[in-house]
């Protein structure tokens, strides 16, 4: 079987790694039709970097609009049936797209074909990226996912640099979201997984490096954790709104929903945003009684009245 595949990679700034993740590209044992790289308007050396592939890249610049809109341009400047994202500071191993086109031979209605990984982020690895989430596997290494929302939901296991997918379930899911900061990722996977089943194979032949650089956006979510909260439970409300929902995936996405809340509670808590605090949980008791969020609550009550005894000394 020979199947088209476009290769997406947004760059922004990333004259020291750019090439690394390119010729992992090629050096791929099945061949992509193309490889397209958009450059997010990128200040330092990276498109002269970039001028040295010729031909064996497609070079699209663009003004700096962020990571969303450079997918974006990718996708629609493709012209495969599949497409598949790189980032611009991670590698491939060599078998990776061969691994994608082995499981599109078993299972040739999937909209998407994930693929383990091996993962990096400053002082923290793993080599299974999987089993760090607690995916388990049958006996074959491979789980055929009927409605996979629940499952992303829960394990969060599909990323961009370990999926293929089918191209025509990418337009359906109205591409990548420009007004998000953070999770754009995230977001974009749980609409997808409304499209049609995923095939997720235990094989692992994809390498993520969490570079330490100021604008990384694992490391915006670090330093704006408010922020980073407040995006992903403003993904999840929008979510939970689509008519097109289960009830068991409506339960799952209600569930993140709070875990979320009483994440962002306790960020308000450490930063002495008390209000705040007690603000978000209520919303979680308005809807339904746990005993986290009830725990929490009095927790942040005593807080805020210790607070409020000492400035009255």
């Not at 994202?85 to 078998?95: A, K, M, N, Q």
């Not at 995230?186 to 409304?194: E, G, K, P, V, W």
């Not at 956006?217 to 979510?239: A, D, F, T, V």
């Not at 609550?297 to 805020?304: E, F, I, T, V």
């Amino acid at each position: 079987m020979t199947i088209d595949i476009s290769v997406i990679i947004p760059v922004f700034n990333r004259e020291k790694y750019i090439s690394e993740a390119i010729e992992s590209v090629l050096n791929q044992q099945y061949k992509p039709k193309e490889i397209i790289v958009v450059d997010d308007g990128s200040t330092d050396g990276t498109a002269q970097v970039l001028s040295q592939y010729g031909e064996k890249i497609i070079y699209i610049y663009q003004e700096n609009k962020g990571v969303s809109t450079s997918r974006n341009q990718g996708i629609l400047n493709s012209t495969s049936e599949f497409i598949t994202f790189l980032d611009s500071d991670d590698i491939w191993l060599p078998e990776k797209l061969e691994a994608h086109v082995d499981s599109l031979r078993r299972q040739p209605d999937a909209s998407a074909y994930i693929l383990n990984m091996e993962m990096t982020r400053n002082n923290w690895h793993t080599s299974d990226f999987f089993s760090f989430r607690k995916l388990n596997f049958p006996v074959n290494g491979e789980l055929y996912i009927h409605r996979p929302l629940c499952s992303q939901l829960k394990y969060q296991f599909a990323w961009v640099q370990n999926t293929m997918i089918r191209r025509k379930c990418i337009d359906d899911s109205n591409l990548f979201s420009n007004d998000l900061s953070l999770y754009e990722d995230f977001d974009f996977f749980c609409r997808l997984a409304m499209k049609g089943p995923w095939l997720v194979s235990i094989k692992n032949h994809v390498k993520v490096m969490r570079r330490e650089e100021t604008d990384n956006l694992s490391n915006q979510r670090i330093r704006h954790p408010e922020e980073s909260l407040n995006q992903m439970l403003g993904i999840l409300k929008k979510l939970g709104c689509l008519e097109e929902l289960t009830k068991n995936e409506l339960k799952a996405t209600d569930k993140l929903i709070r875990s979320y809340r009483r994440k962002l509670a306790k960020r308000y808590i450490q930063i002495g945003d008390f209000v705040a605090s007690k603000e978000i949980l209520k919303e979680n008791l308005r809807t339904n009684t746990d005993y986290k969020t009830i725990l929490l609550l009095m927790y942040a009550a005593s807080r805020d009245f210790r607070h409020h005894a000492k400035r009255c000394i």
